[in-house]
C-alpha cells in the first residue's frame, strides 16, 4: 500500500509550566491515506483537539508544547519545519476548520475578502482573480448567490452558511489535507447532514483526505472510513469504520455505542458509561478506563495495556480482549 499522506508516530503533547507537565496528548499514532477520512472519537478532554492543534502547529502558547513523536506529512516531519515554511503549508496543504465559525472569522473583512486572503496569501493571483475565485469556492460549497455573499460580513449569514464559508476557506488552494474539529456540532440537525453531505462531495471530487473530529457516534458511522477512538489523550482501539461498528473491542468503544441513541429502539433511558474521565493531571498508572470498566481485573488497574493489533489491521489497548472478543 502507498505511503500515508500523514504518518502520526508516538505524538505527546503536553502543557508543560514550572510546577506541572500535563499530558494533554500521550503518545498517539495516526495514519491518513490520501482520500481518506479518518474519524477521531472519544469524550471531552480526551486530546481530540490538542491532536489536530498539534499537526497544524497552532498549540496554545505558552504552555502547550509538543515534547515527543514524529508528524510525517509526505514524508516530511512538520515538526522540523521552521515556523516560516509551516506557515506556508497552513491553509495550502493543510487546512482547519472549527467547530464555531463565528470565532475563526474575521467579523470586520467581507467574506469575499477573507477567501481572497488565503488565495493571495499562497498563489500568484491579482485581487480581482482572488475574488473571482473566491465566487466560484463558494458556489463549489453550495452558497446561494455567492457573487453577492463575498460582499457580505460573518454577522450576516446564518450558522450554516458560515460553516460553508469556512468550508471554502478551507478548501480554497485545494489542500491535501483537510483538519475538520467538530464542524458540526453547533449547527441543528438538517444543516449538519448538509455539511457532511458537502464534506463528503469535496472528498469525492478532490480526493482531499480529511481528519474529522467528533463526539458523536453517529457523525462517524456516516462519514468515517476508518476511526480512531481516544481516551484519556491515548488510541485506545483503532480500525476501519466497518469493523468498528460491527466487532467494537475496546470496553470503552462498547460503552460509547452503547449511549449512542438508537432510532429503532425505544429506551427509556440512554446508557451512560459509570464514572468520568481521569483528570490528565494525575493519569491512574495502569489503564486509564480500569475505574469506570467493569472488565477491570486487579492487573488493569498496575499496568498499562499496550496498543496491540489484535486482528489485520484492528488495534486496541485492553488486556482483557482477544481477536475473538473478550479474553481471559
Ligand atoms: N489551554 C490549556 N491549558 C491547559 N490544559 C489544557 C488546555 N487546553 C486543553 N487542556 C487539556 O488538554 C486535554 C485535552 O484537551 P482537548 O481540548 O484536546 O480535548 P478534546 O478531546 O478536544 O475535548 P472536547 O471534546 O471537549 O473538545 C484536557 O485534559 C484539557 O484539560
Ligand atoms: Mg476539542
Do not use: W
Amino acid at each position: 500500500m502507498a505511503q500515508p499522506l500523514l504518518e502520526v508516530r508516538d505524538l505527546k503533547t503536553y502543557f508543560v509550566s514550572k510546577e506541572s507537565r500535563v499530558p494533554a496528548v500521550d503518545g498517539i499514532d495516526l495514519d491518513v491515506r490520501q482520500g481518506q477520512i479518518v474519524c477521531i472519537v472519544g469524550e471531552s478532554g480526551c486530546g481530540k483537539s490538542m491532536t489536530s492543534l498539534s499537526i497544524m502547529r497552532l498549540l496554545p502558547r505558552p504552555r502547550g508544547k509538543i515534547v515527543g513523536g514524529t508528524i510525517l506529512f509526505n514524508g516530511v516531519d512538520l515538526l522540523d519545519l521552521t515556523e516560516k515554511q509551516m506557515s506556508q503549508l497552513r491553509g495550502n496543504e493543510i487546512s482547519m476548520i472549527f467547530q464555531e465559525p463565528m470565532t475563526a472569522l474575521n467579523p470586520v473583512l467581507s467574506i469575499g475578502d477573507q477567501i481572497a486572503e488565503v488565495l493571495l496569501r499562497h498563489r500568484r493571483l491579482s485581487r480581482r482573480e482572488a475574488t473571482e475565485r473566491a465566487v466560484q469556492a463558494l458556489t463549489f460549497v453550495g452558497v446561494p448567490r455567492a457573487n453577492e455573499i463575498v460582499h457580505e460580513y460573518p454577522h450576516q449569514l446564518s450558522g450554516g452558511l458560515r460553516q460553508r464559508v469556512m468550508i471554502a476557506m478551507a478548501m480554497a488552494c485545494e489542500p491535501k489535507l483537510l483538519i475538520a474539529d467538530e464542524p458540526t456540532t453547533a449547527l441543528d440537525v438538517t444543516i449538519q447532514a448538509q455539511v457532511l453531505q458537502l464534506m463528503k462531495r469535496l472528498r469525492d471530487e478532490t480526493g482531499t483526505s480529511m481528519i474529522l473530529i467528533s463526539h458523536d457516534l453517529g457523525v462517524v458511522a456516516e462519514m468515517a472510513d476508518h476511526v480512531v477512538v481516544m481516551y484519556a489523550g491515548q488510541v485506545v482501539e483503532s480500525t476501519d469504520a466497518e469493523t468498528l461498528f460491527s466487532q467494537p473491542l475496546h470496553p470503552y468503544t462498547r460503552g460509547l455505542m452503547a449511549s449512542m441513541p438508537s432510532l429503532d429502539e425505544q429506551r427509556e433511558v440512554l446508557y451512560s458509561i459509570p464514572g468520568t474521565v481521569p483528570g490528565a493531571v494525575n493519569f491512574p498508572k495502569g489503564c486509564r478506563f480500569a475505574d469506570r470498566c467493569h472488565m477491570a481485573q486487579a492487573r488493569c488497574h498496575r499496568t498499562m495495556p499496550d496498543l496491540r493489533e489484535v486482528a489485520a489491521g484492528h488495534f486496541v489497548r485492553c488486556d482483557m480482549i482477544t481477536a475473538e472478543g473478550v479474553g481471559m
